[in-house]
């Protein structure tokens, strides 16, 4: 498959080529969109500068006990690991992750709506979003593999052919994320640069990727450059805790080696502006519990 869109931010190449400042602004709109939403202008300011904002115990855990005894449902669900949207550790049998969440569940698909988070987006896009992707990350006390370094972008751009940057991703903390359990890490200012990577993208590069992902993944140099520049953080917090990052910033996560499990809900919010198109690796799109494909209404809060 080809696409006849010109391709601004190529990658996936034969060899290593620098990375480059970001096209696309970071937050996007008019002042007066921007002055609309719940987020402070110091709030807004920092998302800018740093790609990611982070709000400890945002909703009560309480209200995350219904979501977590439903996750605990899933985990004991023998048919439900079977699902193609269901990733296993590997060489374990324990659930990885589950994609298309709100597709699965009407409590996560009425949360995608919840103007708690769905006005934060519309500020931070200037538009109405609709969801690109959903999932839950979990892991396992013990045996809760990590993620590679990674900017969910290049992978949107390259495997589902989202064309700019303007997305955000929302984690909502399931259980506790401490410093023990594999927080989610990222790189503040890595969202300024884009970082093109070298190897072509197998056909159906998912179903080995969203286990270990190798393709993909910056470079050492640049990540050292990178890191160097902006260090590294990892937001912490009880369950409830909210995490908001652009699509662009590098993250990664370690493995889970203390007894403490860890799930956390993402939430993948692109703006309507920026649907998906054919994919610029020139592969066949990736299946719809990864990317919509069709559907790109705007949500409704409710």
């Known amino acids: 498959m080809t696409t006849s869109h010109q391709d601004l931010f190529p990658s996936r190449l034969e060899r290593k ?25 110091e709030e ?14 945002y909703f009560d855990q309480a209200e995350m006990e219904a979501f977590l005894a439903e996750l605990r449902d899933y985990e004991r669900d023998e048919d439900l690991k079977l ?22 569940s009407e409590r996560f698909d009425r949360l995608t709506r919840d103007p708690r988070l769905l006005r934060i ?11 690109h992707q959903s999932r839950i990350n979990y892991k396992p006390g013990f045996k809760g593999k990590g993620f590679n370094w990674h900017s969910d972008f290049e992978t949107w751009h390259t495997e589902d052919g989202m064309p700019r940057m303007r997305c955000i991703s929302c984690s909502v903390a399931l259980t506790e994320n401490n410093e023990f359990n594999g927080p989610l890490m990222l790189v503040p200012g890595s969202h300024r640069y884009f970082v093109p990577t070298v190897g072509r993208t ?9 286990k270990n992902q190798e393709i993909g993944v910056p470079d050492e ?11 590294i953080e990892a937001p912490k917090g009880p369950a ?14 370690n493995a889970n080696m203390s007894p403490f499990p860890r799930s956390n809900l993402f939430f993948v919010y692109n703006s309507v502006q920026n649907a998906v198109r054919e994919p610029y690796c020139g592969n066949k799109p990736r299946p719809g519990f990864l990317a919509e494909r069709y559907d ?7």
């Open 17 to 41: 080529a620098p990375m480059f400042e970001r096209l696309d602004p970071v937050v996007h709109g008019n002042e007066e969109q921007q002055a609309q939403g719940p987020l402070s202008p």
């Open 44 to 57: 807004v300011a920092e998302f800018e500068r740093k790609g990611f904002l982070s709000f400890p115990a």
């Open 83 to 104: 699902s193609e949207g269901v990733i296993l550790e590997p060489g374990h049998e324990e659930i990885r992750s589950i994609f298309g969440i709100h597709r699965i």
């Open 121 to 131: 987006v519309e500020q931070l896009l200037g538009s109405g979003a609709y969801i």
């Open 202 to 210: 197998p056909e159906d590069n998912y179903k080995s990727s969203l």
């Open 221 to 231: 140099a640049s990540l050292q450059q990178l890191v160097h520049e902006g260090g």
């Open 240 to 253: 409830g805790s909210l995490t908001i990052f652009e699509c662009n910033t590098l993250h990664a996560s």
């Open 296 to 302: 790109f209404r705007a949500l409704e809060p409710v």
